[in-house]
DNA sequence: GCCAACGTTGGC
DNA sequence: GCCAACGTTGGC
């Protein structure tokens, strides 16, 4: 099992939204990052635990836990010329984009904000804080068991 | 809104 | 295959 921090903008896409999906459940969709394609499409599997994290906006914070709950699979956007992640060079036989489903697990009573994983030493060799701009990234185990319990999780 | 970091594109 | 130009991300 892996762990994972996915990003996103709330203005676009919030654990908020993601709570009053259908099930809680929604396609991770319109990653066009070949980094984070890579991980999401090869090292991703059903159970693993994802921490939501909220960019671009105040405060930026570890939100809350979800859960993948199916196997890597080509994103639809990718072939849908009306969807803003068309991409005109992919194709059905050989896709170029990735995309797995995800389920809301818990909702962190105290976000974990940037300034506070910052200031925890422990955290200091996260990815996030090296490569802010990688949107799929892993985490190791102890870093997702602090990130819960600062966030006051289950 | 600014701007640093950095990923992608494309000419050569 | 290099690298300059360009575009995007994301914290502040």
């Given amino acids: 099992m892996k762990y994972w921090l996915f ?3 709330p203005g676009e896409f919030s654990i908020d939204d993601l709570a009053k999906c259908p099930r809680q459940t929604t ?17 991703t599997s059903i159970n693993d635990p994802v921490l939501l994290y ?6 930026t914070a570890v939100v809350g836990v979800a859960v993948i709950v199916s196997p890597p699979y080509p994103d639809p956007a ?3 010329s009306k969807s803003p992640y068309f991409d005109e060079k992919t194709s059905v036989e050989s896709p170029r984009w990735y995309s797995v489903d995800i389920r809301l697990e818990q909702v962190f009573p105290s976000p ?3 300034t506070q ?4 030493s422990k955290l200091g060799q996260m990815i996030l804080l090296k490569r802010g701009r990688l949107s799929v990234q ?7 068991k602090l990130i819960v319990k600062l966030g006051g999780g289950k």
């Fill in 7 to 9: 990003k996103t903008e």
């Fill in 27 to 43: 396609r991770w969709d319109g990653i066009r990052n070949y980094q984070a394609r890579n991980f999401l499409r090869d090292q």
């Fill in 54 to 59: 909220h960019s671009s906006c105040k405060p």
């Fill in 78 to 80: 990718q072939f849908d």
């Fill in 112 to 114: 974990v904000e940037l």
């Fill in 117 to 120: 994983i910052k200031a925890e």
């Fill in 138 to 144: 892993p985490v190791t185990a102890a870093e997702f």
